[in-house]
């Protein structure tokens, strides 16, 4: 690498959780390769990714840890959980049940995550795959996840298309928005092998994020 | 009144919302279905009752059956072909649920069983290609024997769960190369769970190509050992190869090296990991 030096960054730590099969990895993909792809295969344990992004004046490394979707997994989040500055709970609008299991999904990370002030930890919502059937299959109505959202502290809401790419630059840049207000200054080492993902982008996003 | 009368009407009478589509799909004739015993019972013991249970997991089993090996004509897509493979794939996951549940599915058992069906049905013996189904049942019920407690929730935190076996799999390194071992644990701070969990749980499936996998697999499954030892000092070995690398990375490209392990010289990797027998006898 170029800069073999150490430089004070910004790291945020972003969980991505939410039920089997709703588009968390299609929607991570997305934004970090702009590729959707229609057969991920069951991601099994964490995978995680980075991806440098301007926020404000900031340049901020997102650390984005992709999560299984099966319970059987949950009791293995607190050593993927730890230090997280921010979580976003995905869902399937066209899926009641996905929308149903978002207040375990909540109250299990913050059980687990051990943060330091519950109440105001960041999260947010993505209600993903509006593109399925024109929107004609969709099960839960944006004003009954807004009123989800209202009821857990004003979480931010995004409804995306990982498939066509709809909305979902714009759910991520809130998310690193909120969790840079939650920052955690890290020393981050650039060194040893570089990845295509790391390159900053430069971004023409809305400056404020919440909806 | 005959019982078959008196079944419905106890049936009517118990559920003012019977659906006749639901009880007609029952396979038992209507005198054969007693009070407790049918469609809409909550009780306990019924069959009924565990039956929609099992829909969960049926819908859990045919979601990942059909991201088994995207890349792969045999497994996936519209083809009648990979069709009848998935069909086959899914009757042996939902068998096994259904007998182990204690076990039930778990997410990525689907990646173990896809190398049996795969070897049984491209059997040259048509007659034997025609028992694959059977025959990868049992193979992976003989397999999940040894493996069956690293899917286990209720056992994370015992000496045979996942954890205790990604922990042996750290004593190893340790062991071999303490070096790297510092460096991985201590200096870059990579939780051995953060890669071993899924090498482990899913016998390094996710790890290689379909052709290497089976490489793999034959050392795996013919070792003396058994194959519990063998992967981890198959897991070992491939960490102990890419050394130089993971020596010169931080967190974070040691962690993506190690979550898309590089394409290797399987042969070597074998040779590798058998050494680490020699040592430690």
């Known amino acids: ?211 | 009144m005959n019982p078959s009368e008196i079944t419905r009407r106890m049936y009517n009478s118990t559920n003012c919302d019977t659906d006749d589509a639901k009880y007609e799909r029952a396979l038992l004739s209507r005198s054969e279905i007693t009070h407790g015993e049918h469609p809409l019972s909550l009780g306990k013991t019924s069959v009924w009752n565990l039956f929609f249970q099992d829909t969960e997991i049926i819908e859990q089993i045919d979601r990942d059956v059909k991201r088994t090996h995207p890349d792969m004509h045999f497994f996936s897509g519209d083809s009648q072909f990979a069709r009848s493979n998935q069909e086959a794939l899914k009757n042996v996951l939902i068998i096994f649920a259904k007998l182990n549940p204690g076990v039930r599915y778990v997410q990525g058992m689907n990646e173990i069983l896809a190398p049996l069906y795969y070897v049984f049905k491209n059997d040259p013996d048509e007659e034997n290609a025609a028992f694959a189904e059977a025959d990868a049942f049992f193979c992976f019920v003989e397999l999940l024997s040894g493996f069956r407690d690293n899917f286990v929730q209720q056992l994370d935190n015992s000496v045979v769960g996942i954890r205790s076996t990604i922990t042996r799999l750290s004593q190893l390194l340790r062991e071999h190369d303490e070096e790297l071992w510092r460096h991985l644990e201590v200096t870059s701070k990579v939780n051995p769970q953060f890669y071993a969990f899924r090498w482990i749980t899913l016998l390094l499936t996710q790890e290689f190509n379909f052709a290497d996998i089976l490489h793999i697999w034959d050392t795996l499954l013919s070792d003396p050992d058994g194959p519990q030892e063998t992967l981890l000092r198959v897991c070992c070995a491939m960490l102990v190869l890419i050394r130089k690398r993971l020596l010169a990375g931080d967190f974070t490209s040691n962690l993506k090296l190690l979550q898309s392990y590089p394409t290797t010289n399987i042969s070597h990797l074998l040779y590798v990991a058998n050494k680490f027998r020699v040592q430690s006898v």
Request: with cysteine.
């Open chain 1, 1 to 211: 690498m170029h800069n073999i030096s150490q430089r004070k960054r910004t790291l945020l730590k972003v969980i991505v959780l939410g039920d089997s099969g709703v588009g968390k990895t299609s929607l991570i993909n997305q934004y970090v390769d702009k590729k959707f792809s229609q057969q991920y295969k069951a991601t099994i344990g964490a995978d995680f990714v980075t991806k440098e992004i301007q926020v404000d004046d900031k340049l901020v490394t997102l650390q984005i840890w992709d999560t299984a979707g099966q319970e059987r997994f949950h009791s293995l989040g607190a050593a993927f959980y730890r230090g997280a500055d921010c979580c976003v709970l995905v869902y399937d609008i066209n899926i009641q049940k996905t929308f149903d299991t978002l207040n375990n999904w909540h109250d299990e990370f913050l059980k687990q995550a051990d943060t330091n002030d519950p109440e105001a930890f960041p999260f947010v919502l993505i209600g993903n795959k509006v593109d399925v059937d024109g929107g004609n299959s969709r099960r839960v109505t944006e004003k009954k996840a807004r009123n989800w959202c209202a009821s857990r502290g004003n979480i931010p809401y995004y409804e995306t298309s990982a498939k066509e790419g709809y909305n979902v630059e714009e759910a991520f840049f809130c998310v690193a928005k909120i969790a840079q207000e939650n920052e955690h200054v890290q020393d981050i080492f650039f060194g040893g092998i570089s990845e295509s993902v790391s390159e900053a982008e430069q971004q023409q996003q809305p400056s404020r994020c919440a909806c």
